[in-house]
Nanobody, 127 residues
Framework: QSRLVESGGGLVQPGESLRLSCKAS????????IGWFRQAPGKEREGLLC???????????DSVDSVKGRFTTSRDNTKNTAYLQLDSLKLEDTGIYYC?????????????????WGQGTQVTVSS
């Protein structure tokens, strides 16, 4: 059974950092693109980044202004795990963060095009 398990969320103050993990079981992450999404309270799920199986990183246009230079993603295929590094966190970064798999990163495709999803991890930025 394929699963993605996320971890690393928490309560931080503005300006601090977090690293979220997305560990896969039952599937090899290096065969998939990995998308990262977040859902703020009362808002729709928003695409952030997608890393392709070849290591290219793409950014969703709608979030580029809010996260560029602060969020980045990486993978460790030996651990079958993807990471989302969140730096210089802001109050508006609060939300539930999700990872999900897709055969190929395509920035025209939204959450419905992704296959397997993690359960999400809560990130709360508060002073």
């Amino acid at each position: 059974q394929s699963r993605l398990v996320e971890s690393g969320g928490g309560l931080v103050q503005p300006g601090e950092s977090l690293r979220l993990s997305c560990k896969a079981s039952g599937l090899a992450l290096n065969n998939f693109g990995i998308g990262w999404f977040r859902q703020a309270p009362g808002k729709e799920r928003e695409g952030l980044l997608c890393s392709s199986s070849s290591g290219d990183i793409f950014q969703y246009k709608d979030s580029v202004d809010s996260v560029k230079g602060r969020f980045t993603t990486s993978r460790d295929n030996t651990k079958n795990t993807a990471y989302l590094q969140l730096d210089s966190l802001k109050l508006e970064d609060t939300g539930i963060y999700y990872c999900a798999t897709v055969l190929r990163c395509d920035m025209t495709k939204g959450p419905a095009e992704y296959d397997f999803w993690g359960q999400g991890t809560q990130v709360t930025v508060s002073s």
